[in-house]
């Protein structure tokens, strides 16, 4: 089966203000974790379904532009207030102008959501857990159960989370999770980001429940740990426009990967490279497929103790020239 459910509870409707041939310029797009990493798996030629709560007048508008991309929908409907943003990029950096997580899902519509995601996820490979747009609108143990629920399938469970939900989706028994260096910093499971204290929190993450480990660490080499053992995974660091959405186009690699038989060291190959591209594009949780699987053949992968030294950044003309070569 190579369908991929993303659990997204909290899609975003972001309006971005920008400034093209001197006016303002006004952009509505579909957005948040879920729905980034949606796109990537779409662009990577993935069978996408997203399992979501839209609410009120922004999850009408919301529902539209999602369809509008080809993403496949099970919606829970429900009125209030949704998740959304408003900023302003006519200066060239973000200056949040209003932010909204939503209101937390009443009961009856976590029932409905849950149905629909277990439903969706057991006809599939495989299944992501992304966060909502806040930290009240759904209860960690939602986590735990759907992980619990979907692996006692036989189904892929990857947890893309940080916090409590991460604490119980391990609980429930993941097969990837996929965290950041800053996000193990801010929930205490490490006191530095040196390479020492993150390996010792990925055995520890294993050790809960978590097959395979993935720790992102913005310009360092990312981290891996499979069958035991820990890897480095290099690649040339772009020249950045926007590194949001990276991690979820990371993580979308990984699950068309896995979805598609690949294994985890595959697909963390093809993750560096989608979250590479994704932080040269204005786009969240976009790219060529074409561009990102020609960057994955400058992904090395190195057991820790043999790594070499980070690869340095590189300008538009000498990745072109890697790209030709191999």
């Not at 060291?265 to 994704?278: D, K, T």
């Amino acid at each position: 089966m190579h369908d991929v459910v993303v659990f997204a509870p909290s899609p975003v409707l972001t309006v971005t203000v920008e400034d093209h041939g001197g006016g303002a310029d006004i952009h509505l797009h579909a957005g948040g974790q879920g729905v980034w990493q949606a796109r990537m798996l779409l662009a990577l030629g993935a069978t996408v379904t997203m399992c979501s709560v839209f609410s009120g007048e922004t999850g009408r508008v919301l529902r539209h532009l999602i369809d509008d991309e080809g993403i496949r929908v099970l919606a829970v409907h429900r009125e209030g207030r949704g998740a959304a943003y408003v900023h302003d990029r006519r200066g060239g950096e973000r200056i949040r102008i209003a932010e909204t997580g939503g209101e937390p899902l009443s009961r009856h519509d976590l029932d409905k959501l849950y149905d629909l995601t277990l439903r969706s996820g057991l006809g599939a490979g495989t299944i992501i857990l992304s966060g909502p747009a806040s930290e009240d609108v759904v209860p960690a143990d939602v986590y735990r159960r759907l992980a619990a629920d979907l692996r006692t399938a036989g189904r892929r469970v990857i947890a893309d989370l940080a916090g409590d939900r991460l604490t119980a989706a391990l609980r429930g028994g993941v097969t990837v999770v996929k965290v950041s260096d800053q996000e193990l910093l801010a929930d205490g499971r490490v006191t530095d980001t040196s390479r020492e204290r993150l390996i010792a929190a990925m055995h520890l993450l294993r050790a809960e429940g978590a097959a395979n480990v993935i720790i992102s660490r913005a310009e360092q080499p990312l981290l891996l740990l499979a069958d035991g053992v820990v890897s480095e995974v290099h690649m040339p660091t772009m020249q950045i426009t926007d590194t949001s959405g990276a991690g979820d186009s990371l993580t979308a690699g990984v699950a068309a990967t896995l979805a598609a038989g690949g294994t985890i060291e595959e697909a963390v190959a093809l993750g560096a490279a989608a979250g590479a591209l994704n932080v040269t594009r204005h786009g969240l949780g976009t790219g060529e497929a074409e561009t990102v699987r020609a960057l994955r053949e400058l992904v090395r992968i190195y057991p820790v103790e043999a790594a070499p030294a980070a690869a340095t950044r590189l300008s538009p003309d000498d990745l072109a020239k890697r790209v030709r070569e191999t």
